[in-house]
């Protein structure tokens, strides 16, 4: 029997490492996305292009694939870090999870995975380690991002009584080469690496590399149980140890200014507002300040005891990023050093 990964978001940063990682499998892969892209022209990966807020677009990722085993990982998605309420966030997440669970649910797919995030894991005191939860309290998490993923993740465990045989992963902060649309954690990198960074912001959070979460996910496909939830986290990873890696590992200008959160917070909506106006995603807004002044201890010691999940060490992710952000040509040659990245 023929297996078959659909993936939708397979061209984000989570979706093209996966698709990347499947490449050396002999399954076939379609990827659903809403945009165009020749990412993996040449490869035999089938490119789906739809909304995944319209059940007619999803609907036609599923055809042909009569008798074959089917295995969905639902990547596609909103990462929203913007404290205004936004109703696309809300379709795209939550709406967009439903269409692809009941069509996911009408042609008996054998997996299905769905990549929701620790932000939608009720919050614990401060020192306390989170875990995994038995479903979702979207009424006690922070912002709407959490509160969507919440929501979709609570229709999934719902779909699995109704003979979905699903699993939810919940990666951390994901990091790692990549991110062609430049994600908020990559923005910060390349900023440091054109020297446009002259602080810091107190507070840290837990990072993951995004070729760890996609491993996990292959894992979970093969190993998850039925109905449960497994956290994909790497390590707590303040700000300023993440820049000063970065110094150590390129021997650029050290950041030794660091800006407490009762100055900068007060600035936030400011700075959203220049970021939109600029059309750049932002850095700092108010909910990533909270994010990273939250308790941010999660335990991957289910996804490595059930799964074999394990997360490579951080410094190695970082010295991967730069490079990539540097072939990528994202940094100009005036900004790099001549000195090759130290490990």
């Known amino acids: 029997m023929k297996t078959?990964?659909?993936?939708?978001?397979?061209?984000?940063h989570l979706g093209s490492n996966l698709v990347s990682m499947l490449l050396d499998t002999d399954a076939e892969i379609r990827v659903f996305d809403v945009s165009e892209s020749k990412e993996f022209a040449g490869t035999g990966v089938r490119l789906v292009t739809g909304d995944i807020r319209k059940e007619e677009d999803v609907k036609r990722l599923f055809e042909g694939?009569?008798?074959?085993?089917?295995?969905?990982?639902?990547?596609?998605?909103?990462?929203?870090?913007?404290?205004?309420?936004?109703?696309?966030?809300?379709?795209?997440?939550?709406?967009?999870?439903?269409?692809?669970?009941?069509?996911?649910?009408?042609?008996?797919?054998?997996?299905?995975?769905?990549?929701?995030?620790?932000?939608a894991i009720t919050e614990k005191q401060a020192g306390e380690v989170m875990s995994e939860i038995p479903f979702y309290e979207p009424d006690k998490v922070y912002g709407l991002y959490a509160k969507t993923k919440a929501e979709a993740g609570n229709y999934v465990l719902q779909a699995v009584g109704r003979g979905l045989n699903a699993s939810i992963v919940n990666p951390s902060g994901m990091?790692?080469?990549?991110?062609?649309?430049?994600?908020?954690?990559?923005?910060?990198?390349?900023?440091?690496?054109?020297?446009r960074l002259t602080s810091g912001v107190r507070g840290g959070y837990d990072f993951v590399d995004v070729r760890d979460v996609c491993r996990g996910i292959l894992q979970c496909v093969e190993k998850g149980e039925c109905g449960e939830s497994y956290i994909l986290s790497g390590r707590f990873v303040t700000v300023k140890e993440l820049l000063d890696t970065l110094h150590e590992l390129t021997g650029q200008r050290k950041i030794r200014s660091y800006l407490p959160m009762w100055f900068i917070r007060p600035l936030a909506p400011l700075a959203e507002l220049y970021y939109k106006l600029v059309h750049t995603k932002p850095l700092f807004t108010r909910y990533s300040l909270y994010t990273l002044r939250s308790n941010a201890l999660f335990s991957h010691e289910k996804a490595t005891r059930k799964l074999g999940y394990v997360p490579r060490d951080f410094r190695d992710t970082l010295c991967d990023t730069v490079k990539w952000v540097r072939d990528a040509g994202l940094v100009p040659l005036r900004h790099r050093r001549k000195a090759a990245l130290s490990h």
Do not use: M, W
């Open 4 to 12: 078959v990964y659909l993936i939708t978001g397979g061209f984000g």
């Open 65 to 119: 694939l009569e008798g074959c085993r089917i295995n969905v990982i639902h990547c596609a998605g909103i990462v929203s870090i913007a404290s205004r309420y936004d109703q696309n966030v809300y379709d795209v997440n939550v709406i967009g999870t439903k269409n692809l669970v009941e069509a996911s649910l009408a042609h008996h797919v054998s997996r299905f995975i769905y990549v929701s995030s620790v932000h």
């Open 175 to 195: 990091i790692g080469p990549g991110d062609s649309k430049i994600g908020h954690t990559t923005r910060l990198i390349v900023d440091y690496l054109r020297r």
